[in-house]
């Protein structure tokens, strides 16, 4: 994915931000067949999840839409959870619970889960004075106490470790106490601009069903397992990899926003190198009168 008018975020070369994210929740999925049945649903190898790995991965529609985008991470061996955006949690929910009727399976939203992001140039050396081990690859998983420690992916133009942060409140607190001596404060939307950076896509209720797997770049993220199996709407996804040509797909532009205000998920916007109706997925003010945003266009 090439950049595009690219004006650099907080300068994490120089500071190590903290970053609250309420944002984000939680999905679990537990029981007995739990494995079995994420298996049947969503894009990714589920047994990649692991204690010591997360995964990227999306539900689909029968047509391949994308309903839902997640990070899936493993509890213990029938437990999972999917951290995605608060917004989408409640239609995830209710796409997955259609198919989870004959399954011995329990759906239900952790909101005593809560996730912070830690992103700078000291970011990995703080961590790992104060926690003994840090993740070292991406998507890589380490706990501290009750703290689960998700190493997340960087950009070229914003190269510094970031670290997603889950758990209680109260397990939260104190290890964020620790690290608050040596960071400074960061903003949601200062995270949500280093995901744009770093090219990484998320879903909201006006962009739901909006786009297939292949027009969010998902496979080059590795969020889609093409050698897993069946799974909804992959019939659509496997042909379109392997007999088809992606006729859309993402790209990060830099725009001029009105009275500071950013385009919304799901609108069009033109673009000088791109022309006109590309539709947005993710939005965010990086400087006066201007946004940085991941749009879907279409392929030359």
């Given at each position: 994915?090439?950049?595009?008018?690219?004006i650099?975020?907080?300068?994490?070369?120089?500071?190590?931000?903290?970053?609250?994210?309420?944002?984000?929740?939680?999905?679990?999925?537990?029981?007995?067949?739990?494995?079995?049945?994420?298996?049947?649903?969503?894009s990714c190898?589920?047994?990649?999840?692991?204690?010591?790995?997360?995964?990227?991965g999306?539900?689909?529609?029968?047509k391949?839409r994308?309903?839902?985008?997640?990070?899936?991470?493993?509890?213990?061996?029938h437990?999972y959870?999917?951290?995605?955006?608060s917004?989408?949690l409640?239609?995830?929910?209710?796409?997955?619970?259609?198919?989870?009727?004959?399954?011995?399976v329990t759906?239900a939203?952790?909101s005593?889960?809560?996730?912070?992001?830690?992103?700078?140039?000291?970011?990995d050396?703080?961590?790992?004075?104060?926690?003994?081990?840090i993740?070292?690859q991406i998507?890589a998983?380490?706990?501290?106490?009750?703290?689960?420690?998700?190493?997340?992916?960087?950009?070229d133009?914003?190269?510094?470790?970031?670290?997603?942060?889950?758990?209680?409140e109260?397990?939260?607190?104190?290890?964020?106490e620790?690290?608050?001596p040596?960071t400074?404060?960061?903003?949601?939307?200062?995270w949500?601009?280093?995901?744009?950076?770093?090219?990484l896509?998320?879903?909201?209720?006006?962009?739901?069903e909006?786009?297939?797997?292949?027009?969010?770049?998902?496979?080059?993220?590795?969020?889609v397992?093409?050698q897993?199996g069946c799974?909804?709407?992959?019939?659509?996804?496997?042909?379109?990899?392997?007999?088809?040509?992606?006729?859309?797909?993402?790209?990060?532009?830099?725009?001029?926003?009105?009275?500071?205000?950013?385009?919304?998920?799901?609108?069009?916007?033109?673009?000088?190198?791109?022309?006109?109706n590309?539709?947005?997925v993710?939005?965010?003010?990086?400087?006066?009168?201007?946004?940085?945003a991941?749009v879907?266009?279409?392929r030359?």
């Open positions: 994915m090439s950049p595009i008018d690219i650099m975020p907080l300068n994490t070369d120089t500071t190590t931000i903290l970053c609250p994210l309420p944002y984000l929740n939680t999905l679990s999925v537990s029981g007995p067949d739990a494995t079995t049945f994420l298996q049947g649903q969503v190898n589920v047994n990649d999840a692991t204690e010591t790995h997360s995964v990227l999306c539900c689909c529609n029968p391949g994308v309903v839902s985008l997640f990070r899936l991470l493993q509890q213990d061996k437990h959870f999917l951290q995605l955006p917004a989408i409640g239609s995830t929910q209710s796409h997955l619970q259609k198919y989870a009727i004959f399954s011995k759906l939203e952790t005593k889960l809560h996730s912070v992001g830690l992103a700078g140039k000291d970011a050396t703080l961590l790992n004075d104060i926690t003994g081990e993740p070292e998507n998983v380490t706990h501290y106490q009750d703290v689960t420690i998700v190493r997340i992916s960087s950009s133009a914003t190269p510094q470790p970031r670290f997603m942060l889950i758990g209680s109260a397990s939260l607190l104190k290890l964020c620790a690290l608050q040596h400074d404060t960061g903003t949601p939307e200062d949500q601009l280093l995901d744009i950076f770093a090219g896509p998320s879903l909201a209720p006006e962009t739901v909006r786009f297939l797997p292949h027009d969010l770049n998902l496979p080059e993220l590795g969020a397992n093409f897993k799974y909804t709407g992959q019939e659509i996804v496997a042909r379109m990899h392997y007999r088809g040509k992606p006729k859309r797909h993402m790209v990060q532009i830099g725009i001029g926003s009105t009275e500071n205000v950013c385009p919304n998920p799901g609108d069009l916007v033109a673009h000088d190198a791109l022309g006109e590309n539709t947005v993710a939005a965010v003010s990086d400087a006066p009168e201007h946004c940085q991941l879907v266009t279409q030359n």
